[in-house]
């Protein structure tokens, strides 16, 4: 007899299966491609790179200004210093006469003055005598007061100097944030790093080709202020190509605000080291008003200055991993120039 079972359906279960993995397939394709983000371009990476330069350079000016600050803290502890030792030495010795005027009077003074006089067998001597003691009791009070004097101006002295010192340990944390520059460089450069070899190619050719820009410079025809703007441009211009490093000050590397004072130095003026003092060195000009030689501050913290070359072109050591060099003036935030 004819069987009426309906036949097994075998094919549904497999497409159950098969769609359940290709669903999962899906799935985890999607999860991979979200815990692999794509790589940042070139362009995020740049700005983000130029932004921890940046940085860096603002907490170079700060260790530069600390440190020619304790420089001169140390000089006037020391100054300070000597002096109070030769107020103490001062001290000593008016103490030293007040005592011996005081033994001087303890001797002589042992008897009254009127039985004195009666038992002396020459009054006259005896007289002259009590003058010299009367003329010793007036140098003895002289001398209490000069002493008074002298531990007043001590301990004024004492009291700046602890001061100076306070200060000098303040400069000295300062310093120590030094880390902070080398941890924004070492940030800037694992970014460089996640590029391609090829990425990074592209960014040191235009690098290259910002610094061979300089080989046909354009600066026009405009004259410094003064002889001595020229001379510290002149001698800023000798060291074009030679590489910024964090707080050097020349003659073979410098960092923006080192060669602007190197090269004032040169022409024979002494500006303070980091570019906020260089800020406060002279007379303030508008950008209509520079003329070459003249210091040009950007930024609005005035992290950074340069030296304005003329045709609207300045020379300065830009950041970590360029050379001092040509730019426009357009490509930082101008503030204002001075004129030393």
Not at 11 to 32: D, P
Not at 52 to 65: D, M, P, R, S
Request: overall charge positive; glycine content about 8%.
């Amino acid at each position: 007899m004819a069987s009426h079972r309906r036949p097994k359906q075998a094919g549904r279960t497999r497409v159950t299966v098969l769609t359940a993995t290709a669903a999962a397939a899906v799935a985890l394709s999607a999860q991979a491609a979200q815990a692999a983000p794509a790589k940042p371009s070139v362009k995020s990476v740049k700005a983000k790179v130029d932004g921890l330069y940046e940085q860096a350079e603002q907490a170079t000016e700060k260790f530069n200004g600390a440190k020619e600050k304790q420089q001169k803290l140390q000089k006037q502890v020391e100054d300070i210093q000597d002096e109070v030792a030769r107020q103490q030495s001062e001290l000593n010795d008016l103490q030293d006469d007040l005592g011996t005027l005081a033994s001087a009077q303890y001797r002589s003074g042992g008897i009254d003055p009127s039985l004195q006089l009666f038992l002396s067998a020459d009054p006259d001597s005896y007289l002259d005598k009590a003058s010299t003691l009367d003329q010793l009791s007036t140098k003895q009070a002289e001398g209490l007061q000069q002493i008074a004097e002298k531990k007043r101006t001590l301990n004024q002295q004492k009291a700046e100097a602890a001061s100076k010192l306070d200060e000098l340990d303040e400069t000295r944390t300062e310093l120590g944030k030094k880390k902070e520059v080398q941890a924004k460089l070492g940030e800037a450069q694992k970014l460089l790093n996640s590029l391609t070899a090829a990425q990074r190619a592209s960014l040191a050719a235009a690098e290259d080709r910002a610094n061979r820009s300089n080989e046909r410079v354009d600066l026009g025809n405009d004259l410094p202020a003064s002889s001595l703007a020229a001379a510290a441009l002149a001698a800023a211009k000798t060291k074009t190509g030679l590489p910024y490093v964090f707080g050097a000050s020349g003659p073979s590397a410098f960092d923006c605000s080192g060669l602007t004072s190197w090269a004032y130095a040169q022409a024979g003026a002494r500006i303070p080291r980091p570019s906020q003092g260089q800020a406060n060195a002279g007379t303030r000009l508008s950008m209509s008003q520079l003329m070459p030689g003249d210091l040009v501050l950007f930024y609005g913290d005035l992290h950074h200055v340069g030296l304005y070359a003329g045709n609207g072109l300045v020379l300065h050591a830009p950041r970590t991993g360029t050379f001092v060099r040509y730019e426009s003036i357009n490509n930082m935030p101008f503030q204002f120039g001075v004129r030393i």
